[in-house]
C-alpha cells in the first residue's frame, strides 16, 4: 500500500464515521443487492476472513467502530499507529480508524515491518506469523522492542514466541476479537472499558458492549442466530451480544481462550480438544496445527500438520505426557508451511485437502 492509497482510506473511513459513505472491504464481492438492503447506519461493511467457510459481510456502525477504537486507546493510550495489516479486514481497518478517531498519524510500514522507524514509537497491530518472521531478524526485532505497544491478534500465539518476544523487550499485548466486534476487545485477557464477558454453560464466550456488529450482510438468519441485545439494554443504548463459537475459561481473573466450539471432536468415542492437541505440540519442532477427518474406524481421526521433521511417532511418544490416549494423533501431514488466510489464520479448510493429497501421493 503507498501513501497515497492510505491517504484515501483514510478519507473514507473519516467520511463513513462521520455520517458519510459507506465503508465497504476493498476488493470484497458482496452481492450489490444486499448492499443497497443495508440498513443506513452499516457505516461499514466488513470482509471476515473466511477461515472456516466463505467470508461474511459484517456490518458495523459508525458508534461500535468508534467504541472499540476509543475503548483500545483508553487501555494502552494514544499514540501514532504503524499499519502493517491490510486494511481489507477489521484488524487493518481498526488501525485506521484509531488514528482517525483520536486525530493520530498512521504510517504504512509493510507486512514485512520493512519501512518501521524505531526512531518514532508506535502502536502496532500484528499477526503472530508476522511477529515469528520478525524475530528471525536481529534488525527487525530492534524496530519493534522501540514500538510502544504491539496488538498481537488473528490466532493464539505460542508461549514460546510470547517468551521471545518478552525477552527481546517488545511490548506485546494479546488481543481477542473479531470482525464482530470491531476487532480486539480483550487485551491480556482483561476485557477493554465498556466490554461484559460471559460463560455459558458449555464455556461458551459470550462479549456484550458497544463495539458489537449490528448484523450479517444479506443474512438475516445468521445474524439472528450470533447477535443478541441483553434484556437491561435500552432499545437505543446501542449495546448488543455477540455469541461466538470459541471456548474460553476464567483463570487469575482473566479470560484464557480454549478453542472452537467445533475444535471438539469424538475419536474412538472419547471427546477429543484439538486446541489442546495444537497447544501441547507447541512443545515440539517447528509449528503444528491439529485438525480431525472423518475416519471409518475412530469415527474423527486425529492428524497433526507440522512444518518440522518428527515422525508420527516421535510425536506421538513425546505428546504422551500431556494428552490422553485418544487425544494422541493417528495421522501426520508434513507441510513446508502452515496455510494461511489473507489475515494470517491457519486456513481450517485447506487442512483436510493437504491430508488428501498426503494420502494421495503416499499410495502411489
Given at each position: 500500500m503507498d501513501r497515497r492509497r492510505l491517504e484515501r482510506e483514510c478519507a473514507r473511513v473519516s467520511e463513513a464515521l462521520g455520517g458519510g459513505p459507506r465503508w465497504v472491504s476493498p476488493g470484497s464481492d458482496f452481492h450489490p443487492e444486499d448492499l443497497a438492503s443495508a440498513p443506513d447506519d452499516a457505516a461499514f461493511v466488513v470482509a471476515t476472513s473466511g477461515s472456516t467457510g466463505r467470508p461474511k459481510g459484517v456490518m458495523l456502525t459508525a458508534d461500535a467502530v468508534r467504541a472499540g477504537a476509543v475503548a483500545t486507546c483508553e487501555r494502552i493510550g494514544d499514540g501514532d499507529w504503524a499499519l502493517a495489516l491490510p486494511i481489507d479486514f477489521v484488524a487493518g481497518l481498526m488501525v485506521v480508524a484509531r488514528a482517525v478517531v483520536t486525530e493520530s498519524r498512521v504510517t504504512w510500514v509493510g507486512s514485512d515491518l520493512a519501512d518501521l522507524d524505531?526512531?518514532?514509537?508506535?502502536?502496532?497491530?500484528?499477526?503472530?506469523?508476522?511477529?515469528?518472521?520478525?524475530?528471525?531478524?536481529?534488525?527487525?526485532?530492534?524496530?519493534?522492542?522501540?514500538?510502544?505497544?504491539?496488538?498481537?491478534?488473528?490466532?493464539?500465539?505460542?508461549?514460546?514466541?510470547?517468551?521471545?518476544?518478552?525477552?527481546?523487550?517488545?511490548?506485546?499485548?494479546?488481543?481477542?476479537?473479531?470482525?464482530?466486534?470491531?476487532?480486539?476487545?480483550?487485551?491480556?485477557?482483561?476485557?477493554?472499558?465498556?466490554?461484559?464477558?460471559?460463560?455459558?454453560?458449555?464455556?461458551?464466550?459470550?462479549?456484550?458492549?458497544?463495539?458489537?456488529?449490528?448484523?450479517?450482510?444479506?443474512?438475516?438468519?445468521?445474524?439472528?442466530?450470533?447477535?443478541?441485545?441483553?434484556?437491561?439494554?435500552?432499545?437505543?443504548?446501542?449495546?448488543?451480544?455477540?455469541?461466538?463459537?470459541?471456548?474460553?475459561?476464567?483463570?487469575?481473573?482473566?479470560?484464557?481462550?480454549?478453542?472452537?466450539?467445533?475444535?471438539?471432536?469424538?475419536?474412538?468415542?472419547v471427546n477429543v480438544d484439538l486446541a489442546a492437541v495444537t497447544r501441547a505440540a507447541a512443545s515440539l519442532p517447528g509449528d503444528h496445527s491439529a485438525f480431525g477427518i472423518d475416519d471409518p474406524e475412530w469415527g474423527t481421526r486425529v492428524v497433526l500438520a507440522t512444518t518440522g521433521t518428527i515422525t508420527l511417532e516421535q510425536a506421538r511418544k513425546q505428546l504422551a505426557a500431556d494428552l490422553p490416549p485418544a487425544a494422541l494423533p493417528r495421522g501426520l501431514v508434513r507441510l513446508d508451511s502452515l496455510p494461511l488466510t489473507d489475515r494470517g489464520k491457519i486456513d481450517r479448510r485447506a487442512l483436510p485437502l493437504l491430508w488428501r493429497t498426503h494420502i494421495e501421493r503416499e499410495e502411489r
Amino acid at each position: 500500500m503507498d501513501r497515497r492509497r492510505l491517504e484515501r482510506e483514510c478519507a473514507r473511513v473519516s467520511e463513513a464515521l462521520g455520517g458519510g459513505p459507506r465503508w465497504v472491504s476493498p476488493g470484497s464481492d458482496f452481492h450489490p443487492e444486499d448492499l443497497a438492503s443495508a440498513p443506513d447506519d452499516a457505516a461499514f461493511v466488513v470482509a471476515t476472513s473466511g477461515s472456516t467457510g466463505r467470508p461474511k459481510g459484517v456490518m458495523l456502525t459508525a458508534d461500535a467502530v468508534r467504541a472499540g477504537a476509543v475503548a483500545t486507546c483508553e487501555r494502552i493510550g494514544d499514540g501514532d499507529w504503524a499499519l502493517a495489516l491490510p486494511i481489507d479486514f477489521v484488524a487493518g481497518l481498526m488501525v485506521v480508524a484509531r488514528a482517525v478517531v483520536t486525530e493520530s498519524r498512521v504510517t504504512w510500514v509493510g507486512s514485512d515491518l520493512a519501512d518501521l522507524d524505531p526512531e518514532e514509537p508506535t502502536h502496532l497491530s500484528l499477526v503472530p506469523t508476522q511477529l515469528n518472521r520478525a524475530l528471525e531478524s536481529p534488525e527487525t526485532t530492534r524496530r519493534l522492542a522501540a514500538c510502544a505497544t504491539v496488538l498481537l491478534g488473528g490466532a493464539p500465539a505460542s508461549r514460546e514466541t510470547l517468551a521471545r518476544a518478552h525477552d527481546a523487550g517488545i511490548e506485546v499485548v494479546t488481543t481477542y476479537g473479531m470482525s464482530e466486534t470491531s476487532g480486539g476487545c480483550v487485551y491480556n485477557g482483561v476485557p477493554l472499558p465498556g466490554v461484559d464477558v460471559t460463560l455459558d454453560t458449555d464455556d461458551r464466550i459470550e462479549l456484550t458492549g458497544p463495539m458489537m456488529f449490528s448484523g450479517y450482510l444479506g443474512d438475516p438468519r445468521r445474524t439472528s442466530e450470533v447477535l443478541h441485545r441483553p434484556t437491561s439494554a435500552g432499545t437505543g443504548s446501542g449495546i448488543r451480544t455477540v455469541r461466538t463459537q470459541d471456548r474460553g475459561i476464567w483463570a487469575d481473573g482473566r479470560l484464557r481462550v480454549l478453542g472452537r466450539i467445533d475444535d471438539v471432536v469424538i475419536s474412538g468415542g472419547v471427546n477429543v480438544d484439538l486446541a489442546a492437541v495444537t497447544r501441547a505440540a507447541a512443545s515440539l519442532p517447528g509449528d503444528h496445527s491439529a485438525f480431525g477427518i472423518d475416519d471409518p474406524e475412530w469415527g474423527t481421526r486425529v492428524v497433526l500438520a507440522t512444518t518440522g521433521t518428527i515422525t508420527l511417532e516421535q510425536a506421538r511418544k513425546q505428546l504422551a505426557a500431556d494428552l490422553p490416549p485418544a487425544a494422541l494423533p493417528r495421522g501426520l501431514v508434513r507441510l513446508d508451511s502452515l496455510p494461511l488466510t489473507d489475515r494470517g489464520k491457519i486456513d481450517r479448510r485447506a487442512l483436510p485437502l493437504l491430508w488428501r493429497t498426503h494420502i494421495e501421493r503416499e499410495e502411489r
